[in-house]
């Protein structure tokens, strides 16, 4: 259940790894971490034994959502992170009393349940934690038609499309809404936070859930479920159906897809549209932005988990999983170190950073080549700003989208660039009278051209500052004239080299470019009994509320339905 979150959009910048100035260890929204995070240089300061019923590699979203769920469960778990902060992709950092957020910048709502439902918000149900927000309806977009305030809801966005495309996309635009919206019913009707990776899935999901489900399907009609039996076919797919030609929606369409999944509308899965489309185009509807920033929300999954026994330990590489009479049974750390798992070893790590760390021999050589033969979306290029608040217009919105060229396509390289100012709504993430700001390339940046150059060379100095140009252009047209980019008290370049390095991401991607139709995501689930992967790179794919989404089902996976069943009555799903 994938979200429009512009999300999995990690920078870390070119401090040495683990020096990074000014980096709080956690952001929590309502006091500091219960716990002190143990920098995990020796077994001394590692936080209890060395073993735990599983023990999670990596502290992403979705490694910890894994992590929370199964110290809820009440299973000894413990969270292995390489970095000096938690959070992976979605980590916080702070240079100069400017708070930037590394990953997802766009959250379209926190809620657990209605039409906006979010598994990471149902996961936060589970641990009693809440993150604080602001809502909003709009962010500004700059097109080659023109420039408008995009906004959400079922009628608004008619008033813009009359006004920069003209009454042909009003009407195709209605339709496409009218066809899909009863659609989300059905994608919705079961909750993620409700699967698992083994047959006890049909207690918890299939039987649970069948009633409304099948009620959803007889609301829409013959024609309309007819539509919804598309949900696991590319979106392409129902826009064809519909007989939709007009260049400015299905443009508009892919810059959406592409956004959600990396991919355009030919590849994206209409369930994760359909869903999408619910939270931003139905009645009522609102974005929220967390106002202590992304670390916040990294934050409150630190406590849940700790507040039910579970821990994290920092500055823990995990150099090998290790591998006894063909199970996993723990990990070797690279200050060798052994953490022993009882139960399994859950990856957070991508499927082929995975591979890496296992001996050669564990896995079988046709599920290696399958997962290296799985195509891969580019990387980023990323800026992070800091500068004065009253040299840019006061009614400043929180985000940004800037398309150059429809023709040459919303996947193409310097083409789209995002932009978030969180300080709009978040006034503690700047010092006061400051804005903080992040743009950035979606996943359209190649990194062949950076393979292999030397991060101190005068050659890739010139390229940052040769491929940082078309974020300073767009930054320079939503910010106007007073802007200059000189008096930025913070000025920031990441590259795909900066993804692979602190984020230890194979060729720093941004997860698969797997295509509906001609591949789905692998499961968590591998051929070594006892090791589970989870993040963007297995079911349901890339973004904030899938990978809480993969996250959940590894930590239901490895409790007996009993226990899934309870959690499900308790939060009332």
Known sequence: MASLHFARLPFNINFRRGKTP????????????????????????????????VVVIGSGIGGLCCAGLLAKYNQDVIVLESHDVPGGAAHSFEIKGYKFDSGPSLFSGFQSRGPQANPLAQVLDALGENVPCASYNSWMVYIP???????????????????????????????????????????????????????????????????????????????????????????????????????????????????????????????????????????????????????????????????????????????????????????????????????????????????????PDAIPTSYTEKIKATPQCESFMHLHLGFDAQIVPENLGIHHIVVNDWSRGVDAEQNVVLISIPSVLGKELAPSGKHVLHAYTPGTEPYSLWEGLDRRSAEYKRLKAERSEVMWKAVERVLGSGFIR????????????????????????????????????????????????????????????????????????????????????????
């Open 486 to 573: 000189e008096k930025c008290e913070v000025a920031l370049v990441g590259t795909p080299l900066t993804h692979k390095r602190f984020l230890r991401r194979h060729r720093g991607t941004y997860g698969p470019a797997i295509k509906a139709g001609e591949g789905t995501f692998p499961g968590h689930s591998t051929p070594l009994p006892q090791l589970f992967c989870c993040g963007d790179s297995t079911f349901p794919g890339i973004g904030v509320p899938a990978v809480a989404a993969s996250g959940a089902i590894v930590a239901n996976t490895l409790v007996p339905v009993s226990k899934h069943y309870e959690l499900l009555n308790e939060l009332g799903i």
């Open 145 to 359: 038609e023109g420039e408008f305030l995009s906004r959400i809801g079922p009628s608004e966005f008619y008033k813009d499309l009359d006004t920069y495309v003209g009454p042909e996309a009003v009407q195709e635009w209605k339709k496409l809404l009218d066809a899909i919206l009863p659609m989300s019913a059905a994608a919705m009707a079961l909750p993620p936070i409700s699967l698992r990776g083994d047959w006890g899935v049909l207690s918890t999901a299939a039987v649970r859930y069948a009633p409304s489900l099948v009620k959803s399907l007889i609301r829409m009609g013959p024609q309309g479920a007819l539509r919804a039996s598309k949900l696991l076919r590319p979106f392409s797919e129902i826009i064809d159906s519909l007989d939709i030609k007009n260049s400015f929606i299905r443009n508009w369409v892919d810059l959406l897809s592409f956004l959600l999944a990396g991919v355009k509308s030919d590849g994206v899965l209409s369930a994760e549209m359909v869903y999408m489309f619910a939270e931003w185009y139905k009645k009522g509807c609102l974005l929220e932005y967390p106002i202590h920033g992304t670390g916040s929300v990294v934050g409150v999954l630190v406590q849940g988990i700790q507040k039910f026994g579970g821990r994290l330990a920092l500055n823990a590489h995990v150099k090998r999983i290790l591998v006894k009479n063909g199970r996993a049974t723990g990990v070797e750390l690279s200050s060798g170190s052994i953490v022993k798992a009882k139960k399994a070893v859950v990856s957070n790590a991508s499927m082929l950073d995975t591979l890496n760390l296992l001996p």
């Open 22 to 53: 000014g980096l709080p260890r956690c952001t929590s929204v309502k006091e500091p971490l219960r716990n002190p995070l143990p920098n995990f240089r020796d077994k001394n300061q590692f936080p209890g034994k060395l073993e735990a019923d």
